[in-house]
């Protein structure tokens, strides 16, 4: 079993930057990947970005691609999102699962979950 506590998030104006931090309890390193999804209000959850847990490969969806990187610290069990020139359009919940087997575009309900960061860019 994995808990997953996200943090970091906050009120940022645009062009501003955050640190999103995800500290995992449990080992993740049998798991595929670490994954940072976010959901806006009204919207569909989306994959922000992801890191698979053995070789440290790295995709990042085209809209934060630049912009956002995913990072993750094996001795803190950790996973990061910094994230630079934040803009309106970012504002959601952020999440930041622990992948079993396959990352999808909407998420697995039955990968570890945390509760979420808000993240508001607004000026």
């Known amino acids: 079993q994995v808990q997953l506590v996200e943090s970091g998030g906050g009120l940022v104006q645009p062009g501003g930057s955050l640190r999103l931090s995800c500290a995992a309890s449990?080992?993740?390193?049998?798991?595929?990947?670490m994954a940072w999804y976010r959901q806006a209000p009204g919207k569909q959850r989306e994959l922000v970005a992801y890191i698979i847990t053995s070789g440290s490969s790295i995709n990042y969806a085209d809209s934060v691609r630049g912009r956002f990187t995913i990072s993750r610290d094996t001795a803190k069990n950790t996973v990061y999102l910094q994230m630079n020139s934040l803009k309106p359009e970012d504002t959601a919940v952020y999440y930041c699962?622990?992948?079993?087997?396959?990352?999808?575009?909407?998420?697995?309900?039955?990968?570890?979950w945390g509760q979420g960061t808000q993240v508001t860019v607004s000026s």
């Open positions: 699962p622990a992948v079993r087997a396959a990352v999808t575009r909407r998420g697995l309900e039955s990968d570890y």
């Open positions: 449990g080992s993740i390193d049998s798991l595929y990947a």
